[in-house]
């Protein structure tokens, strides 16, 4: 058994790409290295151990980790004298112990469901002195990274996961391959930790899964998530988010949930990835483009105002012109407040990558930069009629670009900036949320001035 006391004193930092679910992990790594001892710092050159939680669903991802980890060769040694790099998530999970082809200074990889083992991981590297990489990918009776410590970033806000994996498939997709079949956590697991987590002063709770539509049918043989809602509700928790959402599965009770629990947010991430119903084949997306409309009509009749956004895809294998035109009408009807738009990136082990296509790049290019355009003019259709009015926003913190602007988010995700009050601390307003008078409507953001004490 490795000496997790050999870590205490060591200083640490952690690095997350990806998606909210690696945000998560990140914070229980950054949790179980607290319970050993260790200290967190700001950058990785003072830190003795490094750990990368990376992604993989694009291959940008991958460039970045190699790159950043590479990188840390040329910092100058920690006090210590020696230097730890752990890689843990989805790459780590995809290619084990052949990462150190990429990354030669790496000495622990970690998968997904290995979250547990880093601490004795990190000791064994440490004792062996750098001669290996030490690996653990097994997803063998592992338990969920849920019930391991966690370090929040943030004491208002809490990612709770309440599944893992992803039974769909989808053509273009390696999540289902790296972190495995669909897993939900225990119902009463869910709300107990929701329920604690709101007595230790948590306003905002994100309830995660790569589909959490389906949650509960691979325990209870059906689908509970309206239910688990609607109990995560009764917590008393201000505000709830939920991500990420799959249009097939989106049942009419989830929407009455939403509906009629208030603390729901108005805001629903829903991916569409293609407005073109042969694409949508092609990717395995198991649902027209009718279908998509439809729930859309559904969830704008059941919760009026609801802010819409989405993930789409631009230049899948085989997608033509008009695929691409259904696509912009699709974006246009829906009127999405925003969206995550990408260009098609090939992933090796899906089976789209298989996929020949003789789409010219600049094609492809020019699709992704009109697509852009409509979703810049549809965000900032969706922010004008919040000008002159008042929103309440949960305020995060000072703003980078300047520490006398409050950022803050309101019930449909939009970012809000306001001036900090003169005399007042930045520090004094995270957490709490604050009624703000729009005096600018942007395309990205509301502009306004702080109406009312913070609460």
Known sequence: MARVGELVGKTYFVRTFGCQMNLHDSERVAGLLDDCGCVAVQGPDEADIVVFMTCSVREKADTHLFGEASNLVRLPRPPSGRRVVAVGGCIAQRDGDRLREHIPNVDVVFGTSALASVPALLVEALEEGGGRVHVDTSEEGRGFSAELPSHREQDFHAWVPIMTGCDNFCTYCIVPHVRGRERSRAFERVVDECARLVADGVREITLLGQNVNSYGRDLYGEPRFAELLQA???????????????????????????AGTPNVMPHLHLAVQSGSTRILKAMNRSYTREGYLDVIR???????????????????PGETEEDFLDTLSLVEEVGFASAYTFIYSRRPGTPAARITDDTPREVIQGRFDRLASLVERLAHE?????????????????SKKDDRVLVGHSPHNQ????????????????????????????????RGELAGLPR
């Open 415 to 446: 970012t809000v900036l306001l001036d900090l009050p003169e005399g007042s601390h930045a520090g004094d307003f995270v957490g709490t949320l604050c009624d703000v008078h729009v005096t600018e409507a942007r395309t990205w953001y509301l």
């Open 382 to 398: 969706a922010n004008v009629p919040y000008q002159g009015s008042r929103v309440e926003a949960l305020i995060e913190g000072a």
């Open 298 to 316: 559904d969830i704008k009749a059941a919760i009026p105002g609801i802010a819409l956004s989405t993930d789409i895809i631009v230049g899948f």
């Open 232 to 258: 995560v509700g009764e917590t008393g928790v201000e505000r709830i988010r939920f991500t990420s959402s799959n249009p097939k599965d989106l049942s009419a009770e989830t929407i009455a949930a939403m």
